[in-house]
């Protein structure tokens, strides 16, 4: 069976120029994962229509959604509702419903910049949320969200609550947190790598923690097997080495 | 004249599925701004060789200089060092210097957990810095360092302070909060866009803040174009919605 992928496509110079801290690819990675979605890239491009284009163009053909973020709203630099329409090879069109909104809130004399934020990829859905001015877009196989962190996560609840991301089955998550350090773990997770194809294992050291030295963080669709690849690898521990385990979905 | 542009490569999957924050593009990004050498773009991939290996090359195509981030280490997670030979198309071989320094740490039994760390690409750089176990790799365009934050920053700063990136002249930066709407802004910008295209100008509204509504950045590698197009934008507002203006580099 072959579970539905996602890419994430962030749009901004200041993501490149150390101006803005991104937020925006961990929550959609966290919820992505929880809905059984694997995040198999995500690209950060300037604000430049080329480079939207193409790196939307090169996610597209890798997976099976893109979720844009970023490059939403009437300035210059807000080009990727543009961008995504050329992408698609669909063309751009005034929406008469957004255009109705949009006079609701300048009135009548609206010019060029509040007309933008009217214009759409013909074949959009439009998805609403609460508090949101400006609905999020959702065409063909790329959702286009804004990059203000809580409009953005507005925005994605609201198409996923609208049942417009792919059904798919989450992963079960297990972490073990160990005293062990990597080399002496290195072998064993071979082993367990070796025994378990199916179950995606990650070593995560950290160096100021006290607590544990390495996190271990075994995942797959089957729960039991993420529990019987867990119990191989912990019985080659020496005792007293496991800190905690922990199990979520 | 040109000046450098790099490319940021993440790897790893925990950064694909919420499970870490990245702190590192951040860094980076804020780092090579301030040396002048412009981010063309972020690539985040999933620990698997093709994916570093096909997303290394594509950056390589694009830009002068790409920094690797993460996948380094002793356990089967570990691969970017293999990658990035196979991208280079450079055996990797055992440099005897870094075998002295593991037999060092761990005796004379070294398994091959152990020997990976002193494996590294043909012709490759090692770039030493105070307070880590194993230092950076230089390779051909390629900065290979550790994902742990701390370790990357120390690395990083070695091999800046070592002269291995490309020198450039960096830009200066003018940030003005204005109380202004983005619609508003909006066509005042596209004039001072189209009289400046030298400056580069960004629009950033917030949703929360009392104090402001857009920060408005303005970047040139020439002072005084970012000075002129900051007084051409800041001539066009009603008195008082000017907050403050920043200048920096």
Redesign the interface.
């Known amino acids: 069976v072959a579970f539905p992928t996602a890419g ?1 496509l962030l749009i ?11 937020e925006n ?3 959609l ?6 809905l059984g979605i ?10 430049e229509t080329d ?1 939207i284009v193409e ?1 939307l163009l090169d996610l597209l053909r890798r997976v099976d959604l893109v979720i844009t973020s970023g490059g939403i ?6 080009i990727t509702v543009a961008a995504v329409a050329q992408a698609l090879g669909r063309p751009l069109e005034l929406d008469a419903g957004l255009v109705e909104r949009v006079k609701q809130v ?1 009135g009548d004399r609206l ?4 007309l ?1 934020m009217a214009r759409i990829p013909r074949g959009t859905v439009l998805v609403e949320s609460a508090q949101t001015r400006f609905p999020a877009l959702v065409v063909d196989r790329v959702c286009v969200l804004a990059g ?1 962190p ?2 953005l996560r507005r925005s994605f609840a609201a198409i996923r609550d609208r049942g417009l991301l792919p059904a798919s089955r989450p992963r079960l998550v297990s972490t073990v947190y160990v005293t062990t350090d ?2 002496t ?3 064993r ?2 082993r367990v ?1 070796a025994a378990f194809p199916d179950v ?9 923690d006290p607590g544990y030295r390495v996190r271990l ?1 075994f ?1 797959a669709r089957d729960a039991d097997r993420v529990d019987e690849a867990v119990s191989a690898f912990v019985e080659q521990l020496p005792p007293g080495q496991v800190v905690r385990t922990e199990r979520h979905r």
Do not use: C, Q
């Not at 110079?13 to 991104?22: A, F, M, P, R, T």
């Not at 990675?29 to 929880?34: G, K």
């Open positions: 994430v901004g110079n200041e993501l490149l120029s150390g101006k803005v801290v991104d690819l961990h929550y990675s966290t919820e992505l994962f929880a694997d995040v198999r890239r995500a690209v950060v491009v300037p604000d480079e790196a709203g009437p300035t210059h630099d807000d300048f010019d060029e910049a509040h933008k203000i809580k409009l990597e080399w773990l290195a072998p997770l071979d790598v995606l294992l990650g070593s995560y050291p950290v160096l100021d963080v995942e």
